[in-house]
């Protein structure tokens, strides 16, 4: 067994075990707003700009400008998400919080060249996911009558909530022609979910035996990113990128629950980004991206669509789709020291009429504000910090019950967000130069 293969093997076994960690998380809807330190410090933008192996994730065509690295790290990520209401109604009242309030998102990646203008990578990273988690302490009002509510909880069905997370393995190639490089990245994606407290919507559900309160269901699924950049001048580079959607596995347990019997397939997105070199040091990165959420019936589907749940035209969760867009800045100080900040917007992706059942899923926040720093503290060796505070964001819409909507009350979602990400990035030695013979 050669060196080169032992050590991708162990990077392999390294990245798997990544992956099945993977937890839940919030924020471009229910995407991450970056992956990896260097990214979430500047506030996911990179499209143009790529500096470590986590542009697969982003722009693959930047593997060709990464350099032989590996980086890896962790994120702690703390979301405060839940409801209050106004008015007598179905649901249960008051300011309702989630529990559960910090998730470890953990990531990684390797890159080596193959020649001057080619190299390949592989990472694995979290891309998402949602989770609530409501105890059955709350209770429902009586509405529309007394006893309609047999049990306690948010949604007359105990402790009520959701759990979903998605984790990517991904490996890529890119190739150099000239000023313009192109890359691709197939991705394996692993999801699992579960659902609790939703035994109230049996009646409108097309197999209420798999609706809620089933072990942890796995979907897998399969996709493709691609993307190129451009170097139009020698401080001025574009890059665009596109994913496909991330073909997946039905959620079986959850037939009844999601539309088109518990599939669940990944948004398709598309992103667009320009870096400037305003000094040789000191970089700003402008990105664009777009995920076709409502191109996902389980996601898109409105949540007063008047069919089953678990049908093909069944409700959903009536998001729109997101673009946000991202500002970058980085300033590499000095050899050892680089300095990075950043700050995206996104449309929010619930309209006030499904407010309701996204109680479960709150992804209303709209901004992120980041910074970071890397530090090289030995040959070779760099920490990588990272922060994003996302202030809170809220929606409020008339309250809809099994029975129809409730002029009575009004809902307000809301969440905010934190997290704080520390990781290490290992550059390898350059190649020697290979020795040319002299006759």
């Given at each position: 067994?050669?060196?080169?293969?032992?050590?991708?093997?162990?990077?392999?076994?390294?990245?798997?075990?990544?992956?099945?960690?993977?937890?839940s998380s919030a924020t471009e809807g229910y995407f991450l707003e970056g992956y990896g330190a260097r990214d979430k410090a500047l506030a996911g933008a990179g499209a143009a700009d790529s500096r470590d192996p986590l542009t697969l994730a982003n722009n693959?065509?930047?593997?060709?400008?990464?350099?032989?690295?590996?980086?890896?790290?962790?994120?702690?990520?703390?979301?405060?998400?839940?409801?209050?209401?106004?008015?007598?109604?179905?649901?249960?009242?008051?300011?309702?919080?989630?529990?559960?309030?910090?998730?470890?998102?953990?990531?990684?990646?390797?890159?080596?060249?193959?020649?001057?203008d080619s190299a390949w990578g592989v990472a694995a990273y979290g891309n998402g996911g949602m989770n609530t988690t409501y105890s059955k302490n709350y209770t429902s009002q009586f509405y529309p009558f007394p006893g309609a509510c047999p049990k306690p909880?948010?949604?007359?069905?105990?402790?009520?909530?959701?759990?979903?997370?998605?984790?990517?393995?991904?490996?890529?190639?890119?190739?150099?022609?000239?000023?313009?490089?192109?890359?691709?990245?197939?991705?394996?994606?692993?999801?699992?979910?579960?659902?609790?407290?939703?035994?109230?919507?049996?009646?409108?559900?097309?197999?209420?035996?798999?609706?809620?309160?089933?072990?942890?269901?796995?979907?897998?699924?399969?996709?493709?990113?691609?993307?190129?950049?451009?170097?139009?001048?020698?401080?001025?580079?574009?890059?665009?990128?596109?994913?496909?959607?991330?073909?997946?596995?039905?959620?079986?347990?959850?037939?009844?629950?999601?539309?088109?019997?518990?599939?669940?397939?990944?948004?398709?997105?598309?992103?667009?980004?320009?870096?400037?070199?305003?000094?040789?040091?000191?970089?700003?990165?402008?990105?664009?991206?777009?995920?076709?959420?409502?191109?996902?019936?389980?996601?898109?589907?409105?949540?007063?669509?008047?069919?089953?749940?678990?049908?093909?035209?069944?409700?959903?969760?009536?998001?729109?789709?997101?673009?946000?867009?991202?500002?970058?800045?980085?300033?590499?100080?000095?050899?050892?020291?680089?300095?990075?900040?950043?700050?995206?917007?996104?449309?929010?992706?619930?309209?006030?009429?499904?407010?309701?059942?996204?109680?479960?899923a709150p992804g209303v926040v709209t901004d992120h504000i980041s910074g970071g720093l890397s530090y090289g503290f030995a040959k070779n060796w760099a920490l990588d910090l990272a922060a994003v505070v996302s202030p809170r964001n809220s929606v409020s819409?008339?309250?809809?019950?099994?029975?129809?909507?409730?002029?009575?009350?009004?809902?307000?979602?809301?969440?905010?967000?934190?997290?704080?990400?520390?990781?290490?990035?290992?550059?390898?030695?350059?190649?020697?130069?290979?020795?040319?013979?002299?006759?």
């Amino acid at each position: 067994m050669t060196k080169h293969f032992r050590s991708t093997a162990a990077i392999g076994a390294l990245l798997a075990s990544l992956l099945a960690s993977a937890p839940s998380s919030a924020t471009e809807g229910y995407f991450l707003e970056g992956y990896g330190a260097r990214d979430k410090a500047l506030a996911g933008a990179g499209a143009a700009d790529s500096r470590d192996p986590l542009t697969l994730a982003n722009n693959p065509a930047g593997l060709v400008d990464v350099g032989h690295q590996a980086s890896f790290g962790l994120t702690g990520f703390s979301p405060d998400r839940g409801y209050t209401t106004d008015g007598p109604g179905f649901v249960a009242q008051g300011d309702v919080r989630s529990g559960r309030g910090l998730f470890p998102i953990p990531y990684g990646g390797y890159t080596q060249p193959i020649d001057q203008d080619s190299a390949w990578g592989v990472a694995a990273y979290g891309n998402g996911g949602m989770n609530t988690t409501y105890s059955k302490n709350y209770t429902s009002q009586f509405y529309p009558f007394p006893g309609a509510c047999p049990k306690p909880g948010v949604f007359c069905g105990e402790n009520a909530g959701v759990d979903l997370n998605q984790a990517f393995l991904s490996a890529g190639y890119a190739q150099r022609f000239g000023s313009v490089s192109v890359g691709v990245a197939p991705i394996l994606a692993i999801q699992i979910f579960k659902a609790r407290g939703l035994s109230a919507f049996a009646p409108y559900s097309s197999d209420a035996s798999h609706l809620s309160d089933h072990s942890y269901a796995w979907s897998v699924g399969g996709g493709l990113r691609a993307g190129a950049q451009w170097k139009a001048t020698d401080n001025f580079r574009i890059g665009v990128a596109a994913s496909t959607p991330i073909w997946s596995t039905h959620f079986d347990n959850y037939a009844g629950l999601f539309a088109e019997n518990g599939g669940f397939d990944i948004p398709a997105t598309v992103t667009a980004g320009v870096a400037f070199d305003a000094a040789p040091n000191l970089t700003f990165l402008v990105d664009w991206r777009h995920i076709f959420y409502s191109l996902v019936a389980s996601v898109g589907n409105s949540s007063q669509a008047p069919y089953a749940f678990g049908l093909a035209n069944g409700p959903g969760f009536g998001w729109r789709d997101v673009d946000a867009i991202k500002f970058g800045v980085e300033w590499r100080a000095t050899p050892d020291w680089t300095f990075r900040l950043g700050y995206s917007h996104n449309n929010n992706p619930i309209q006030p009429s499904d407010v309701t059942l996204n109680i479960l899923a709150p992804g209303v926040v709209t901004d992120h504000i980041s910074g970071g720093l890397s530090y090289g503290f030995a040959k070779n060796w760099a920490l990588d910090l990272a922060a994003v505070v996302s202030p809170r964001n809220s929606v409020s819409g008339i309250e809809v019950t099994p029975q129809g909507p409730n002029p009575f009350r009004r809902i307000t979602i809301y969440l905010s967000e934190f997290e704080v990400t520390a990781g290490l990035t290992y550059k390898f030695d350059a190649a020697p130069a290979p020795v040319i013979a002299k006759f």
